[in-house]
C-alpha cells in the first residue's frame, strides 16, 4: 500500500487491476474515458500479460465482448459514460435473467450538469430498471474500494454490476492508500466455457431467470444493510435526533463539508448510502427511528427519496420526507458544497460560519480587501485550426442561397452549430446524424438535407443510418467529418486509423485502417467523394455534385484534428492594408482571430496556420507565411492543397 494523489478515474483502474481484471473494453465518453487508459497505461507499463485491453467500436459491443469474457470465467470491466449505457442496454438488460461465471462489472460515469452529455439520466434509477446492483461512490478513494467489491459481488451472486461514479468523483483527484500490485487471481477462478449452464435466453429461461433475480436482489439488499458503504453518523451521540438527512454519491462529501461550515449543529442522524439498489431497506428502517423530518441530498433522480417514501409508506412513519419531489432540493445540474450547505441550514434553521460560499470570496492582498472578478465566460467553440470549421465552411459555401438542413452528431462538430457558422441544425444522439436528415427528407423533399457525423460516430452508430439511406433510397447527402481520431473525449483510436489502444504509432497498422470510402461504397453509396476540407474549391465542388445527386452520397472531409498534427506557419495580417472590416471573423469565427486595441489580429498562441481566414480578406491583407529554408516567403493565396499533410483516400496520415 502506498499513498497515491491520482484522478478518480485512475483510482477506478487501479482498483480494477488490483481486483485481478482480465479484460477491459470500453468506448470514451466524457467523464469516463481516463479509467480504460490508465488500465492501458498500467498494463504497458507492468508488462502485465494476462490483462487485455481495447476501445470497441460501441459501448454495446464493448458489454458483449466483456459478458463473452466473463462467459469464459474472467473477470471483465467495461467503461462508459451514461448516455453509452443507452447504446448498451440491449444486452445489459438480458445479462442478469443469464448470469455471469467471472466478475463483470460496468463503470458508467452520470454526468450532472449536464457538463459535456446530451442528457441528465440517472444510472442508479437504470440499474433499478435493469435489475443490477450498483454502487454510488462519494470519494474517489471510495470508488476505489467499490470497484474490488463489485467484483466480488459480481461473482458471488452471478450477476453483473454497476459503479456509477459521478464528473466530481471521475475528475476530482485525492490522496488515496492504493497498492499497485494486482491481487493473484480469486482462487475459485476457473477459466473456460462452461457448456453444462444454460446460456440461450429462451423465454422459458427468461421465466426462471427472473424468478432468480428477485431472491438475487432480496439477499443483495441484505448484504448491502450491513455494508461498509452504507452507514448511519449522529452528529451527538447524546442527544435524541428527530432531524435526519441522507445522502448519496458525492453529495454526502458535501454534506460533511457543509457541516464544518455550520454553527451549533445541533442532534442530527445522518445516513449515507452508496448502494442505492437494491435499496438497504433495514439500514433505512433502523436510521428512521424517531425521525420526524428527514432531507434528502442526492443528484439527478430522487432514487433515494423515492425509496424512502415507499418506505414511509409500507411502515406507516411518521416522518416528512424533503428532497426534488417536495422542491426542497434543487431538480436539475450539480449539487455543492454552498448548495448543500443552504438546504441543511434552512433544513435545521442554523447560523453557518461565513465561508464566503454565496457571494465572491474576499482576499485581502495590500490591507484592502478585494472582491474575485467574475470569471469570464467561456463558451464552447471549435479550436483555432479545426479542420471541421473548414468542411462546414465549404458546405455552407457551396449551398450559398439554398434551401438545406444541416443535422450534426455528437462531437467536437456540433459546435458548428454556433454561430457565425449555424451549420448544426439538430443534434440528437450518436448516429442520428445520418438517420434524422432521412425523416426530414420524407417531409420536406424539396429542401436539402445533409448529415454529418464524425470519424470515430461512424464506426460507433453511424454504419446502420447509412444501410438505411440506400436501403430506403433517401435523397440526403452523409458528410463524414474524418479527422483521424476520437478527438473530443481525448483523441483515442478507432478502426479507422489503424492504431489499437496499448500500441506505439510505429505499430500503426495502416494496411488494416478501415477505410471510410471503402465502406460506404460498400454499403451502396455510389457517389463517395474525398476531399480535404482545406483544398477549399475542391472541396465546395464535391458539395456541389453531391447536392445535386437526387440519390444518397457520400463526402469523406479528410483531415486530422489539431491534436494529432504540429502546428504550420502562422499568417499574419498587414496592418496597413487591414481596414479592420471584420469579415474574416464573421466568417468563420476562428479564435485565434482576436482584437488588439481595437485591431482584428491574430493570436500567435492560438493560430495553427489553416490558412482558412487568409482568402476571407477581401483585402488580401492576411498572408499566408511559408517558411522554407530559413528564408520567410510570403503569399496571398492559401497555403497548399494538403496543408495538413492528410491523405485524400481512406486510413490516417497524422
Ligand atoms: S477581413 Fe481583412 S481587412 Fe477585414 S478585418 Fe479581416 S484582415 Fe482586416
Ligand atoms: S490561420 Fe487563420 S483561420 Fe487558421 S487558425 Fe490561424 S487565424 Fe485561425
New binding site residues.
Given amino acids: 500500500m502506498s499513498q497515491t494523489f491520482c484522478m478518480g478515474n485512475q483510482a477506478i483502474a487501479y482498483g480494477a487491476l488490483r481486483s485481478g481484471v482480465d479484460v477491459v473494453c470500453g468506448y470514451p465518453g466524457t467523464p469516463s474515458s481516463e479509467i480504460l487508459q490508465t488500465v492501458a497505461n498500467e498494463v504497458k507499463c507492468r508488462q502485465l500479460k494476462n490483462t487485455y485491453v481495447e476501445w470497441s467500436v460501441n459501448e454495446k459491443a464493448a458489454l458483449e465482448i466483456a459478458a463473452g469474457a466473463s462467459y469464459g470465467g474472467a473477470r471483465a470491466l467495461v467503461t462508459m459514460k451514461q448516455v453509452g449505457l443507452n447504446v448498451a442496454s440491449d444486452a445489459l438488460m438480458s445479462l442478469p435473467y443469464l448470469g455471469i461465471k467471472g466478475g463483470l462489472v460496468l463503470v458508467v460515469a452520470d454526468d450532472p450538469g449536464p457538463i459535456s452529455s446530451q442528457t441528465e439520466q440517472d444510472t442508479r434509477q437504470f440499474a433499478a430498471f435493469a435489475k443490477v446492483p450498483v454502487f454510488d461512490p462519494s470519494t474517489p478513494e471510495e470508488a476505489y474500494l467499490m470497484i474490488q467489491e463489485a467484483f466480488e459481488l459480481s461473482e458471488r451472486h452471478t450477476t453483473p454490476v454497476i459503479v456509477r461514479p459521478t464528473t466530481r468523483i471521475c475528475h476530482g483527484s485525492a490522496a488515496i492508500n492504493i497498492s499497485l500490485a494486482s491481487s493473484e487471481s480469486p482462487e475459485n477462478k476457473t477459466l473456460g466455457f462452461d457448456r453444462s449452464r444454460d446460456w440461450v435466453i429462451f423465454p422459458k429461461r427468461t421465466y426462471l431467470g427472473h424468478l432468480e433475480i428477485w431472491q438475487r436482489l432480496s439477499q443483495i439488499a441484505k448484504e448491502f444493510d450491513i455494508s461498509q458503504f452504507n452507514a448511519i453518523k449522529d452528529t451527538h451521540q447524546s442527544a435524541p435526533s428527530h432531524l435526519g438527512i441522507v445522502a448519496g454519491g458525492i453529495s454526502y462529501a458535501y454534506l460533511n463539508d457543509a457541516l464544518l461550515g455550520l454553527k451549533n449543529v445541533g442532534a442530527i442522524r445522518l445516513l449515507k448510502i452508496g448502494t442505492p439498489h437494491p435499496f438497504p431497506e433495514d439500514l433505512a428502517l433502523q436510521f428512521m427511528e424517531g425521525l420526524s423530518e428527514v432531507l434528502i441530498l442526492e443528484e439527478l433522480e430522487p432514487v433515494i427519496e423515492r425509496e424512502l417514501l415507499m418506505l414511509v409508506g409500507k411502515h406507516k412513519l411518521k416522518a416528512k420526507i424533503q428532497g426534488k419531489l417536495t422542491k426542497h432540493a434543487t431538480l436539475a445540474g450539480e449539487n455543492s458544497i454552498a448548495e448543500i450547505t443552504k438546504q441543511v441550514r434552512k433544513f435545521c434553521d442554523l447560523d453557518f460560519f461565513d465561508r464566503g460560499f454565496d457571494k465572491p470570496v474576499a482576499i485581502k492582498g495590500n490591507l484592502e480587501a478585494h472582491a474575485i472578478p467574475e470569471l469570464p465566460m467561456r463558451p464552447p467553440v471549435l479550436?483555432?485550426?479545426?479542420p471541421h470549421?473548414a468542411s462546414f465552411y465549404a458546405v455552407k459555401r457551396a449551398l450559398k442561397g439554398r434551401k438545406a438542413v444541416f443535422s450534426g452528431d455528437i462531437g467536437c462538430y456540433t459546435l458548428g452549430n454556433a454561430a457565425p457558422l449555424n451549420m448544426v441544425d439538430t443534434c440528437l444522439c450518436m448516429g442520428a446524424g445520418f438517420t434524422i436528415p432521412q425523416g426530414l427528407d420524407r417531409v420536406e423533399p424539396d429542401v436539402l438535407h445533409f448529415g454529418f457525423v464524425g470519424d470515430s460516430t461512424f464506426f460507433a452508430s453511424g454504419l446502420t443510418g447509412v444501410a438505411n439511406a440506400v436501403y430506403n433510397q433517401s435523397n440526403v447527402v452523409l458528410c463524414v467529418l474524418d479527422n483521424s481520431t476520437t478527438a473530443m473525449t481525448g483523441s483515442q483510436p478507432h478502426p479507422g486509423t489503424g492504431m489499437r489502444i496499448g500500441l506505439d504509432s510505429s505499430a500503426r497498422d495502416a494496411e488494416n485502417a478501415l477505410r471510410i470510402p471503402d465502406i460506404l461504397k460498400a454499403l451502396g453509396v455510389k457517389n463517395v467523394a474525398v476531399v480535404d476540407p482545406f483544398d477549399e474549391d475542391s472541396a465546395v465542388d464535391a458539395v456541389v455534385k453531391a447536392a445535386d445527386d437526387p440519390k444518397v452520397s457520400a463526402i469523406v472531409f479528410k483531415s486530422p484534428c489539431i491534436t494529432v498534427v504540429k502546428p504550420?506557419s502562422?499568417?499574419h495580417i498587414d496592418a496597413n492594408i487591414c481596414t479592420n472590416c471584420k469579415l474574416?471573423v464573421r466568417e468563420?469565427g476562428?479564435?485565434?482571430?482576436i482584437e488588439v486595441n481595437g485591431k482584428i489580429a491574430?493570436?500567435d498562441a492560438?493560430?495553427?496556420?489553416?490558412?482558412?481566414?487568409?482568402a476571407?480578406c477581401p483585402f488580401d491583407a492576411?498572408r499566408?507565411t511559408n517558411q522554407l529554408s530559413g528564408i520567410t516567403v510570403t503569399d496571398t493565396k492559401p497555403s497548399s492543397l494538403n496543408s495538413q499533410g492528410s491523405t485524400l483516400e481512406g486510413g490516417t496520415d497524422d
Avoid at 479550436?383 to 479545426?386: D, H, I, P, Q, S
Avoid at 476562428?590 to 482571430?593: G, I, K, N, R, V
Fill in positions: 479550436c483555432a485550426g479545426c470549421r504550420k502562422q499568417p474574416c468563420i476562428c479564435p485565434a482571430l491574430i493570436d492560438l493560430c495553427y496556420g489553416c490558412n482558412l481566414c487568409v476571407r492576411i499566408a
